[in-house]
């Protein structure tokens, strides 16, 4: 996932030491100390549970069923701005 990559990436710059084996977004960018705007914390939360739900076959189903054409290009829009602030942090 892209998102994971670039906040362990930040990490690395940030505290000069390999990340924490999590793919719990938001802890990783709370453990990096950076100001995060509001929202953003909603999305990288929700954003993991999505790992979670593609990982486990008894939530793949009910994930499936929400992953509508609306849900998944809402989700990818947040996903690409996130992106890019990430980016600018680095």
Known sequence: MVVEKLIKALYVKK???HPIFKHDLLLLIRKIDVELPSNYVEWLDEIT???INAR???YKQSFHKRCTPEFSKEW???IEILKQWL???L
């Open 49 to 51: 549970t999505f790992n």
């Open 76 to 78: 990818i829009d947040k």
């Open 87 to 89: 980016i600018n942090q």
């Open 15 to 17: 505290l000069h030491k």
């Open 56 to 58: 486990y076959d008894d």
